[in-house]
C-alpha cells in the first residue's frame, strides 16, 4: 500500500472497528502494516500507559 494509499480516513475506519470490537490496534509507521489485535479479558484500558491528569505532586 502506497503512501498516498495509506489516508486519515482509512485509519479512522480501522480504529473505530477496533473499538466497536474491544480490540487494540498496532500500526507499523514505516511499512504502513496494521494489525488489530483481540484484547485478553485482563486487558489494560487504553488510559492505564498514561500519566494521571490533575496537580502534580513534586515532593
Request: proline share 3%; aromatic share 6%; charged share 25%.
Amino acid at each position: 500500500m502506497s503512501r498516498g494509499a495509506f489516508r486519515q480516513a482509512d485509519l479512522e475506519r480501522i480504529l473505530q472497528a477496533a473499538k466497536k470490537a474491544g480490540a487494540v490496534v498496532q500500526v507499523h509507521l514505516r511499512t504502513l502494516q496494521v494489525k488489530i489485535l483481540p484484547a485478553s479479558d485482563g486487558a489494560l484500558s487504553v488510559n492505564d500507559g498514561f500519566a494521571p491528569d490533575g496537580k502534580e505532586n513534586w515532593n
